[in-house]
């Protein structure tokens, strides 16, 4: 057997015992994640297999998609779930976007995590395996601990050079899934390498493993290093981990290597992700909606981003903007250092942590004749509300400088 990839190696400490690409086997999981809509399709299959869960200290469900409740049907939902996790004694989770907050709380490098949502591979960007699952699998996982896995090939991405002024890790994973497309990556591991990665921090590397799952990939993952410790030493969690790296003589699928200095602020055009124009292409369009949030892009250093860009300035007349923290620790951030009350002033409307209008059931659904920049990571054909709406996803810059100018706007001349 050759090398082994970093993927290979968890998946092989998590199997007890070494597997080769393309083995299928099952492993034990570290953590288990659902949330207040995935846990509800859970229950049923659980019960048909268990009556108590394995490890309630290693599930996590969080209240975050449609949370406070937007309607009867939700609420009703949602007591559905309050019950079975009181009767499995799991703690609730209220505070904001389940990825973020594994990140935030939980996630640790080499670890395993099973998640009800399709953009677990957030997590990826701890050194962490994070692998979206269906709920069914999230029940098995509940009940036993364990799950099937096949293990995948990876494509190796190398990021060199530096980012330019107004260019962000949005707009790098923007031009990788214009690249690749939104299949290009169908269960395999994107992994993350090359000079430039040890400059992205923790909130960088989460928007580039959390659009990882928009070109198919099983997961996204960039190995944990001093930028991992740095991150977990500011959360106050930080203990030894083992720094594991794909072997030198590891088999990837293929490798594709970008020199990020090249790149410039980049909008992915509806209704596909990978429709991704340079700025330039589409400046003047005008808009109705801005959305700053969802588990992409609003972390602190996102509404830092936005703030430094809109400083002194107001939204645009017409235009909404809405801002939405992706967690308790985030809002709680942009209050004492007076972003969120600064964006109040200038006009954005603020909302609780959570998902938000990204996937159109509350706080900032769109109507037919929408059209919406956003920061999050879906731009198909009804993803937030009227399947009329147009939805062009970008960085919070380009986010802010169009919310000023009610078009889309190139955030560069802002930033001079």
Known sequence: MS????????????????????????????????HDTTTAWAIEPFYEIATKVFDPSKIFIFFD?????????????????????????????????????????????????????????????????????????AAVAMATGKAWVKVPQTIRINLEGKLPLGVYPKDVILGIARDLSSEGANYKVVEFGGSAIADFDIPSRLTLCNMCAEIGAKTGIVPADAQTRAYLESQG??????????????????????????????????????????????????????????????????????????????????????????????YEQGLLNGFLLEFSKMGATIAPPGC????????????????????SNRNFIGRMGSPHAKIYLASPAVAAASALEGKIADPRKYLK
């Open 237 to 330: 969690r930080y203990k030894p981990f083992e720094e594991l790296r794909s072997d030198s003589d590891a088999e990837f699928e293929q490798t594709l290597t970008y020199d990020i200095s090249k790149f410039e602020p980049t909008v992915s055009t509806p209704p596909d992700i990978d429709r991704g124009v340079p700025v330039s292409q589409v400046e003047g369009t005008p808009i109705t909606q801005v959305f700053l949030g969802s588990c992409t892009n609003c972390r602190i250093e996102d509404l830092a981003v936005a703030y430094r860009i809109m400083k002194g300035k107001k939204v645009k007349e017409g235009v909404k903007f809405i801002v939405t923290p992706a967690s308790r620790q985030v």
């Open 356 to 375: 938000g209008a990204c996937l159109g059931r509350h706080m900032g659904v769109l109507g037919d004749d929408d059209v919406c920049v956003s920061t």
């Open 3 to 34: 090398g082994m990839t970093l993927s290979q190696k968890i998946l092989s400490s998590h199997a007890g015992r070494k597997l080769a690409i393309g083995d299928t086997a099952v492993i034990s999981v570290d953590y288990v994640l659902a």
């Open 65 to 137: 998609h449609a949370f406070p409740a937007p309607s009867t049907q939700f609420a009703e939902m949602h007591r559905k779930i309050q019950k079975f996790c009181l009767e499995q004694k799991i703690k609730m989770h209220y505070d904001g976007v389940c990825h973020q907050l594994m990140a935030e709380k939980f996630t640790y490098p080499n670890t395993f995590l099973l998640g009800a949502d399709s953009h677990t591979p957030t997590g990826g960007a701890m050194g962490a395996m994070c692998c979206g699952f269906g709920s069914t699998d």
